[in-house]
């Protein structure tokens, strides 16, 4: 790593990354304002889609209903919902529970938003070509 800049080979960059190599693009990003363009991208996307609040959401009613006491259960829980491993993955639904009329929290779809991944992949691909450097394999 030069001036700040990871360079690495092409067939390189078409592998998978080894561990120093991984670690040396992750200190150019720290190094510089990468991690936290990345992060404040992906937070104001977040917002704007209203995810964050359909994710808090679905935690508070979590805890409300009782399906989780921990914290460690809520993550289990919401992590399953974010894969699609959680009971309604079937596409079963159980329509309103009569409770403040909120709906069943088995019915919330915690998928990211497509505009919130092209925008987040976008930005990670500007602060990657920032820090890498990308030769040919006969470039010395």
Do not use: F
């Given at each position: ?9 092409s067939a390189q960059a078409q592998q ?125």
């Amino acid at each position: 790593m030069s001036n700040g800049r990871v360079t690495l080979n092409s067939a390189q960059a078409q592998q998978e990354l080894t561990p120093e190599l991984r670690n040396d693009i992750y200190s150019a990003l720290l190094c510089g304002t990468g991690i936290r363009n990345i992060e404040s991208t992906l937070n104001q996307e977040l917002q704007q889609s209203g995810w964050l609040d359909k994710l808090r959401g679905y935690m508070v009613q979590q805890l409300r209903d009782g399906e989780v006491t921990s914290v460690d259960e809520l993550m289990s829980k919401v992590m399953e919902k974010l894969r699609g491993n959680d009971a309604d993955a079937n596409g079963t639904t159980n329509g309103v529970n009569g409770v403040n009329g909120h709906a069943d929290t088995e019915e919330v779809d915690l998928k990211i938003p497509d505009k919130v991944l092209k925008d987040g992949s976008k930005v990670v691909r500007q602060e990657l070509q920032r820090v890498c450097e990308v030769r040919s394999l006969d470039e010395k």
